[in-house]
């Protein structure tokens, strides 16, 4: 099993461009979530979906969108990025059984000049 | 407003001693708590987790303690070991298996052989 792919690995973006973060998961989870790795702030919580069709806020939204049509993707939106972007991006996947924790991709390195 | 705080940068032992990391939230209605490790330009990876119902869960070298009237949890490994030196993440979430999943900073642990 692929686990949790996302891709690109590496990305450099000017002020202002829009891209699209790809997250793609073969486990048949329900449950998907995307984060932002920066220094001293740990793992921060972007959006998240419960299911197909489901998605809602986390802690940082703001310049970001989602939307999760099928199960096995949940790609993220970046309309117009700036460099307060600039970050590591993780993807995450769970069943939503209890006491089953998240499986995460590698992540995509993100920076915003 | 950091909901869940690891106020430990980092954090060195010796191999074959005990590694005790911290964990504090604020939030009195979270109700599952996780631990996650994470290797440089890896994703984070699942270690343990501990519902509110229980004050203690093992698995292996791995253990997590919850004291809920110090809204305080920590992980302890023994005895550590050089491949345990990664970054350490508590996350947590409220309301059971919602899928908003809260993280801290991280500890970073160092393993001296």
């Known amino acids: 099993n692929a686990g949790v792919t996302q891709t690109p690995k590496f990305q450099v973006l000017k002020t202002g461009q829009s891209m699209t973060l790809q997250c793609a998961q073969d486990m048949n989870h329900e449950y998907m979530s995307w984060y932002r790795q920066d220094p001293g702030m740990g793992l921060r919580l972007i959006h998240y979906s419960v299911g197909a069709g489901i998605t809602d806020q986390g802690e940082v939204p703001n310049g970001y969108n989602v939307s999760r049509s099928t199960t096995e993707d949940f790609p993220l939106r970046l309309l117009s990025a700036a460099p307060s972007q600039t970050s590591v991006y993780f993807c995450?996947?769970?069943?939503?059984?209890?006491?089953?924790?998240?499986?995460f991709g590698s992540g995509t390195r993100l920076t915003v000049v | 407003d950091q909901q869940v705080k690891q106020n430990s940068p980092s954090l060195s032992v010796q191999e074959g001693r005990i590694s005790i990391l911290n964990c504090d939230y604020t939030n009195s209605m979270f109700d599952y708590f996780l631990w996650y490790k994470k290797y440089p330009a890896e994703g984070p990876t699942f270690l343990i987790s501990?519902?509110?119902?229980?004050d203690k869960n093992e698995d292996g070298r791995f253990t997590v303690f919850l004291n809920k009237s110090a809204k305080h949890l920590s992980l302890h490994i023994v005895p550590s070991q050089p491949g345990d030196s990664a970054v350490y993440f508590c996350?947590?979430?409220?309301?059971?298996?919602?899928?908003?999943?809260?993280f801290g900073q991280g500890t970073t642990l160092q393993v001296k052989p």
């Open positions: 996350a947590a979430s409220a309301g059971g298996n919602t899928g908003k999943l809260i």
């Open positions: 995450a996947s769970q069943s939503g059984a209890a006491n089953y924790g998240y499986t």
């Open positions: 501990i519902s509110s119902i229980k």
